[in-house]
């Protein structure tokens, strides 16, 4: 069974602070990564892809991948209360299917 | 751009009762996916067309069929609703296989 695996949460962060949300995933194979956030009662929007080794950043986004290690991580810098949301790790296994996991609760306090 | 849309954006329906969602893209899209996502579940795909004429089931195949009617719609139907199909459904493209994906607003069905 291929899994990915996130807290949680919630993730509570004042705000201008760095929000740090992780992800582990079980398939070696895997080579492309997705974060998407969601907010209450709407659809995931797509925040970043990563698909080697190393950062991307974008903004105040920031995606790592260590593959060895086999974990994702999203790092939001001056995180804003319209940050607020859920985020959603996703993990392409191979062909058309993506894996999600559940998905971490960011709270970010005014 | 209307991007993808969905419809209806909520339904009840009874046990045994059929119905079909429908998802239209306009972005020209390849490929389209449904999935379903529940509370404390990430979003599990239920089946995907890869291109127009194809269909492939995904993670949560049981229950469901779906019809890619042309590159623009892509159609899941429940022959029988069950309650434990109550969720919400969301039906997403992307340009060429697993690429990003656009979602669309989703459904929220309840099978009482």
């Known amino acids: 069974q291929k899994e990915v695996e996130q807290n949680s949460g919630p993730l509570s962060v004042p705000e201008g602070a760095i929000a740090s949300l992780n992800c582990t995933y079980s398939?070696?194979?895997?080579?492309?990564f997705f974060w998407y956030r969601q907010y209450s009662g709407k659809s995931p929007e797509l925040i970043m892809s990563?698909?080697?080794?190393g950062d991307k950043e974008d903004g105040r986004f920031t995606a790592q991948l260590n593959k060895a290690s086999q974990y994702v991580s999203l790092l939001i810098r001056d995180s804003q209360p319209s940050d607020s949301a859920t985020y959603l790790c996703a993990v392409n296994t191979g062909g058309f299917k993506t894996i999600f996991g559940a998905g971490t609760r960011l709270f970010v306090k005014a | 751009n209307a991007g993808v849309t969905q419809t209806p954006k909520f339904q009840v329906l009874k046990t045994g009762q059929s119905m079909t969602l429908q998802c239209a893209q306009d972005?020209?899209?390849?490929?389209m996916y449904w999935y379903r996502q529940d509370p404390g579940m990430g979003l599990r795909l239920i089946y995907y067309s890869a291109s127009e004429g194809t269909t492939d089931k995904g993670e949560v195949p049981n229950g469901y069929n779906v019809s890619r009617l042309n590159k623009r719609e892509f159609s899941l139907r429940l022959e029988s609703a069950a309650p434990s199909q109550t969720s919400v459904y969301f039906c997403?493209?992307?340009?060429?296989?697993?690429?990003?994906?656009?979602f669309g607003p989703g459904t929220r069905l309840t099978v009482l």
């Open positions: 398939d070696r194979g895997s080579q492309s």
């Open positions: 990563i698909y080697s080794n």
């Open positions: 997403a493209s992307s340009e060429h296989g697993p690429d990003t994906q656009y």
């Open positions: 972005m020209n899209h390849n490929s």
